[in-house]
């Protein structure tokens, strides 16, 4: 006879800066929908990095996440769980930090991009602060009238011979894809009660 003991999900949400609580609450939301066990942790130096399932890159100012990880060398680290091929997700700022390229924008500002997904970014792509919108979308596989908010959101545009699957887009500008273990969206699905892109993720788990 043999037992499986089916350890707690372990989440990370990298927690230098942006909107940490707001996944917290989707992840927790999740885990009772699923019925599984789960923690949810903020993430701030390197040896929580290793003792996480799972790692989100939430939305905020990319500059100052990509300046702040450096200054608490988490860059390595990350780099390393990610090439492990842990489930990882960016919502807006962290979709931009996992981009191989950026815009002139990301150039000018000094951020240095994790590069793990094959997309180009560009930041603010659908205007500043007052040109937040909030659109019903398909997320391919994942949700039909999922209720995304967009906020000084970025978009993205695949490379040439990109790996990176396409989830999502609004008015011909790409705001999902999936490459591989990591998810990249341009909106916020946290700040939302709609657990299904949070559910898809923590599925990667199981
Ligand atoms: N415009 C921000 C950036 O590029 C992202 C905004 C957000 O995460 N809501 O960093």
Do not use: W
């Not at 990509?66 to 988490?74: H, P, Q």
């Not at 909030?134 to 997320?139: A, G, K, V």
């Not at 209720?147 to 040439?160: D, G, N, T, W």
Request: charged fraction near 25%; charge should be neutral; proline fraction near 3%.
């Amino acid at each position: 006879m043999s037992f499986f003991i089916v350890e707690p999900m372990r989440i990370g949400i990298l927690g230098v800066q942006g909107a940490v609580s707001e996944h917290v609450g989707a992840f927790e939301r999740a885990f009772s929908d699923m019925g599984v066990r789960g923690t949810v942790d903020i993430v701030r130096n390197a040896n929580h990095i290793h003792q996480i399932d799972a790692l989100v890159i939430p939305g905020g100012e990319s500059s100052t996440i990509s300046r702040i990880m450096d200054t608490l060398n988490l860059r390595k680290e990350i780099l390393s769980r990610i090439e492990q091929g842990i489930p990882v997700m960016g919502t807006c700022a962290g979709a931009v930090l996992l981009a191989s390229e950026g815009d002139e924008a990301v150039r000018r500002s000094g951020t240095k991009l994790l590069g793990s997904v094959e997309v180009s970014v560009k930041r603010n792509a659908f205007g500043g602060q007052r040109e937040s919108f909030e659109s019903n979308m398909n997320i391919k596989g994942i949700a039909e009238g999922f209720h995304a908010v967009f906020i000084r959101a970025p978009s993205m545009e695949l490379l040439p011979s990109s790996r990176a699957r396409v989830l999502a887009t609004f008015e011909d500008k790409l705001v999902g894809v999936e490459q591989n273990n990591i998810l990249s969206f341009s909106f916020h699905p946290e700040l939302t009660r709609d657990p299904r892109i949070h559910r898809y993720f923590l599925e990667k788990l199981l």
